[in-house]
Every structure is written in C-alpha cells, then in structure tokens.
C-alpha cells in the first residue's frame, strides 16, 4: 500500500504516507506488520483538525481478527480464543452450515477449522495429523507454544480433553521444551459455534 500512490477513500494509507502525515517508526518481522505514527505534534494537530475528520471513514478491520488470534496464540494467551473462535463462528449464515446428515454437519466444522488454521499458517499447523494411535484434529506450534485442539460435534470438551489424553496426541511433545495446551471443544450443530471448551 506504501507505494499505491492512488488517493482512495477506502485505502487512504498511500495518501496519507506519501503526503507526509505518517511515517515508519518500527517494523515487525512477525506478520510483517509496520508501526506509522506521526513525524511531530505539528503534524498530528493538523492531520486531527483538518485532514481526518473529512477524509477518513470508519471502515471494518478486515485482517483485525487474524491478528487477535495469532497474538493470543504467540503469548499464550489461551483464554482469548474461545471467545475470539467463538465470535468467527457466529458470524458465518446458518444456511452454509445447514446440512442433511451427521456426518456432513461434522465435516462442515472441521473444515470450517481448517480454513481458519490457514488464514493464521504463519504458525506451523498440523490439520489431521497422524500418529501412532490415532489422527490429531490439529496441532498449532509456536516458538513458545503447541496447542493441540481436538473437536466434537455436539459432544463435550471433556470428552474431547479424555480423547487427547487416551490416545497420547501429547506423546510426541515429550522432550520438546515448549509448554502444551490441550484444548477440547464441542460444536453446535444447532447454533453454528463452539459450545464447550477446555483447556489442560
């Protein structure tokens, strides 16, 4: 966007930047991801009074949601996702989702997962993943973390948390110095979202 010199009012950040207003003050490698902020208090007093009001609209936060996850992921912050999956869910119309038998129901959420895990693959992520005893729904390794979710459709998380468990999806992580979380959760076929989640 840095070098689109187009002055859009959906996509102002060329006009923005190229005019001055902005400039780059940090870069982070990780999402590559830049910080902009304003040159001096002069400039941001003008831009406030002049420029914003009537050039800038609200818009949606397209790529906000990807970053919340892969944040809350990479500080292990794993009380965050529940809600943060939980709302995706909610926003997709029940028509996509209605299907005739069980067995479809299920391959829509596991699928639904599997996009997710790909919008944020800037993670190592296992969909699937066979192991010795059995097939894990997903890992997600982190430099810090691996998280392990198994899913159920219309179970519960225990059940899912006691599937991990039995089958030894952690056994593989054994010696790996990264701390585990085990995640259990349980889908609704009837509202579309996750309707039990546990974490050990």
């Given at each position: 966007?840095?070098?689109?010199?187009?002055?859009?009012?959906?996509?102002?950040?060329?006009?923005?930047?190229?005019?001055?207003?902005?400039?780059?003050?940090?870069?982070?490698?990780?999402?590559?991801?830049?910080?902009?902020?304003?040159?001096?208090?002069?400039?941001?007093?003008?831009?406030i009074t002049m420029i914003a009001t009537s050039y800038?609209?609200?818009?949606?936060?397209?790529?906000?949601?990807?970053?919340?996850?892969?944040?809350?992921?990479?500080?292990?912050?794993?009380?965050?996702?529940?809600?943060?999956?939980?709302?995706?869910?909610?926003?997709?119309?029940?028509?996509?989702?209605?299907?005739?038998?069980?067995?479809?129901?299920?391959?829509?959420?596991?699928?639904?997962?599997?996009?997710?895990?790909?919008?944020?693959?800037?993670?190592?992520?296992?969909?699937?993943?066979?192991?010795?005893?059995?097939?894990?729904?997903?890992?997600?390794?982190?430099?810090?973390?691996?998280?392990?979710?198994?899913?159920?459709?219309?179970?519960t998380a225990v059940e899912a948390i006691e599937q991990i468990e039995n089958k030894?999806?952690?056994?593989?992580?054994?010696?790996?110095?990264?701390?585990?979380?085990?995640?259990?959760?349980?889908?609704?076929?009837?509202?579309?979202?996750?309707?039990?989640?546990?974490?050990?």
């Open positions: 966007e840095f070098i689109d010199y187009k002055a859009d009012m959906e996509m102002p950040l060329p006009m923005i930047y190229q005019s001055g207003y902005l400039t780059i003050k940090g870069y982070e490698e990780f999402g590559n991801r830049f910080l902009l902020d304003f040159p001096n208090n002069e400039v941001k007093n003008g831009f800038l609209q609200p818009g949606e936060r397209i790529t906000g949601w990807i970053f919340d996850v892969l944040d809350a992921m990479r500080a292990g912050n794993i009380e965050k996702l529940e809600p943060l999956f939980t709302s995706f869910l909610s926003s997709i119309p029940y028509s996509m989702r209605r299907k005739d038998n069980e067995r479809e129901k299920e391959r829509y959420f596991h699928y639904t997962f599997y996009l997710i895990m790909k919008l944020i693959s800037v993670y190592t992520v296992y969909t699937e993943k066979q192991q010795s005893q059995g097939r894990v729904d997903c890992i997600v390794e982190t430099q810090k973390y691996i998280y392990i979710f198994e899913f159920k459709l219309d179970g030894g999806y952690a056994r593989e992580y054994i010696l790996d110095g990264r701390k585990i979380f085990k995640i259990g959760a349980s889908f609704s076929s009837e509202t579309g979202t996750i309707s039990d989640w546990k974490i050990v």
